[in-house]
């Protein structure tokens, strides 16, 4: 077994590891199953992939996330690691290809979806490898209480039957007790085993501002902070408009959404990452498995549906370890919009079958055909043809999926990849048949090492600039030389697809679980609801909130998010704080009083002291001025 800190130091360049990343190591390199709850930056890959390369064997890295998939794969071949992934839309000879690397071959980690789990493929696959971990990315994804529910994770504990003495190390940043729980039980744990780094973040200040006017706020708050941020909108639509502002108002900015091709999300993540762009104005589809350390400020223009959603996509600010912002611009309009949405959105059973009988009949299948295949699937033709509501029936799909009827699979962006099969004389004799190929093979040729002997990424768009041709030119051509045998060429792609875990059935056979969809919508609601608390309170610490959430409780303030800075406005000690607070509220009780009574009517030596207090109470909306010019206390705080 290879010594730790050499790895770290060889392929990493590091001298010590962060808190927390040692131990867990440890406790994998002992063989125990481990859950790891590192806050988002706080290095969860390197805790499966150093034990997995002290150790002989393969990684079995399962993730649902394609696109952290393909960044980690490329990270580690840059660092002379073999890694390999398999994806959606990778065809059957790619995979067979790729799992036979992984039994004899030197691949060290195999990055996989739950989804491919079990497929008789992989399980037949599997059992032939010495695997040496199982790691389990995203873990929150396997418990039905956490707020990214995805049932094909409850399946991991079945393949861990082919190699039952492997630990499994679970990582995930955002769990709250309840989950942590079902993580250790899903997994089939074989005792109980949590190693937990505070989710508090020193360096993060978390503020929510009262505005209506975001867009002019959005602009002070840039102009103030400067550095690189992320800002979220709601809605596509508002990507756009939100970066055309940010450019009028002269800041250098851009929009990023799931509804852009994969080259230009690409292209947009890469100078955002780059520092070629200031500000990337994105949908919550951005930001996963994005390692930029240095963004000083995540701005939600709109209220996230859940504290776990919010604390990642906010902790992806100050990586780095110096001063961030974390805002939440809020308003009275989006706690209306929040409260209606679950009515809004959350489809009916009526609606789910509905939603199952119109797939069906989109994508063409007859009754008990579809099994174990998948179909290219556009979400916005299938809503438009059928007049369905976007929301309710993404939803209506993430039900059926969740209750085992399909798989909606989003879309690979991975990179083309093309190898030479054919022999020299065998290529040169095509080309002088085939004119028109000669440029284009011998450019390929020239331009990648190792193409004869396996597969190498390509880039057409590339390849057409330096041609002078066109990309759908340079794909036809390696298409064209595929059908011949002379290249094995996998093209990239970038759909969404709908897979039938089971027959298409009529929609009165069709069965579902109407108390666990109702268990889910409470759920979703119980979310909805933590969001709207943490935004509307003013009368405590953000970060001591969202620790709370968590099951973290702590005494102390952070002293820099927006209450922690007005509490410290008023010079006055925590003691004290608390027994003015005391005295005002019984003073008030439910009673309505102008702050005149309430100055007369508390007993407090320091008069100025208390009028400064009731001051802020005021300003902060413990206490609310009603009609008639008397203050109420505030029992929603």
């Not at 481990?34 to 150093?50: D, I």
């Not at 390369?53 to 993730?63: E, F, H, K, T, Y």
């Not at 529910?149 to 769990?175: G, K």
């Not at 792609?493 to 268990?519: G, M, S």
Request: glycine share 6%; with cysteine.
């Amino acid at each position: 077994m290879s010594d730790i800190k050499d790895i770290l130091q060889k392929y990493w360049g590091f001298a010590a590891f962060r808190p927390l990343q040692e131990d867990i190591i440890s406790e994998v390199l002992e063989g125990r199953d481990t859950l790891a709850l590192l806050p988002t930056g706080g290095g969860k890959s390197l805790c499966f992939q150093v034990p997995a390369l002290a150790q002989p064997g393969i990684c079995i890295v399962v993730s649902p996330l394609i696109a952290l998939m393909r960044d980690q794969v490329n990270n580690l071949e840059q660092k002379g690691i073999a890694a390999k992934a398999i994806f959606s839309g990778m065809s059957k000879r790619l995979i067979d290809q790729t799992l036979d690397n992984c039994i004899y071959g030197d691949v060290k980690f195999l990055y996989v979806s739950p989804e491919r789990l079990q497929t008789d493929i992989f399980i037949e696959r599997v059992k032939k490898m010495k695997v040496n971990l199982w790691a389990i990315d995203e873990a929150h994804c396997i418990s039905q209480w956490g707020y990214d529910f995805r049932p094909p994770y409850l399946q991991i504990a079945d393949v861990r039957q082919y190699h039952p003495h492997v630990p499994v190390l679970a990582l995930t940043a955002t769990a709250t007790p309840r989950v942590v729980e079902d993580i250790q039980d899903k997994l089939a744990f074989k005792q109980q085993n949590v190693l937990q780094k505070s989710f508090l973040r020193s360096n993060l200040s978390y503020s929510v501002l009262y505005e209506d006017a975001k867009y002019t706020k959005l602009v002070d708050i840039l102009q103030k902070v400067s550095g690189s941020a992320i800002v979220y909108a709601g809605t596509r639509r508002a990507t756009k408009e939100l970066a055309d502002y940010l450019l009028q108002s002269k800041i250098s900015a851009t929009f990023y959404h799931a509804g852009l091709s994969g080259e230009e999300r690409n292209e947009r993540q890469q100078r955002w990452i780059n520092n070629k762009v200031r500000v990337i104005v994105a949908t919550n589809a951005f930001g996963m498995g994005i390692d930029k350390p240095n963004v000083r400020s995540v701005i939600h223009m709109d209220l996230p549906e859940s504290p776990e959603a919010y604390f990642q996509e906010a902790g992806r600010a100050g990586r780095d370890g110096n001063k961030a912002y974390a805002v939440l611009l809020f308003n009275l309009s989006d706690k209306l919009h929040m409260k209606d949405k679950l009515e809004q959105t959350m489809p009916s059973i009526a609606e789910i079958k509905t939603t199952y009988n119109a797939l069906g009949n989109f994508l063409q299948l007859a009754i008990g055909s579809g099994t174990d295949k998948s179909y290219p699937f556009d979400f916005g033709k299938f809503c438009k043809q059928y007049d369905l509501h976007p929301v309710k029936t993404l939803n209506a799909l993430k039900f059926l999926e969740q209750e085992g009827h399909l798989m909606v699979s989003e879309g690979v962006f991975y990179a083309s990849r093309l190898m030479v099969t054919a022999g020299k004389d065998q290529l040169y004799k095509f080309m002088v048949e085939n004119k028109q190929f000669e440029p284009l093979i011998k450019y390929i040729l020239r331009a990648y090492g190792g193409i004869f002997d396996g597969q190498v990424k390509v880039d057409e768009l590339e390849l057409a600039k330096k041609m002078n041709s066109t990309k759908d030119k340079i794909v036809k051509a390696f298409s064209y030389l595929d059908q011949l045998s002379l290249v094995q060429y996998e093209k990239c792609t970038d759909e969404t697809t709908i897979r039938y875990l089971v027959p298409r059935r009529a929609t009165i056979d069709l069965e579902l679980d109407v108390n666990r969809i109702n268990q889910r919508i409470q759920i979703y609601r119980e979310k909805i609801h933590a969001m709207l608390d943490y935004a509307s309170n003013k009368s405590a610490c953000r970060s001591n909130m969202l620790l709370a959430y968590f099951g973290e409780k702590r005494d102390d303030r952070c002293g820099i998010c927006d209450f922690c800075v007005g509490r410290n406005k008023l010079s006055i000690s925590e003691l004290t704080y608390q027994t003015l607070s005391e005295l005002v509220e019984k003073e008030f009780g439910e009673d309505e009083h102008t702050l005149e009574y309430i100055l007369t009517a508390v007993e407090h030596s320091n008069k100025e002291q208390l009028k400064l207090f009731l001051a802020w109470l005021a300003e902060y909306d413990i206490i609310v001025k009603q009609e008639n010019g008397k203050f109420r206390w505030n029992k929603s705080n």
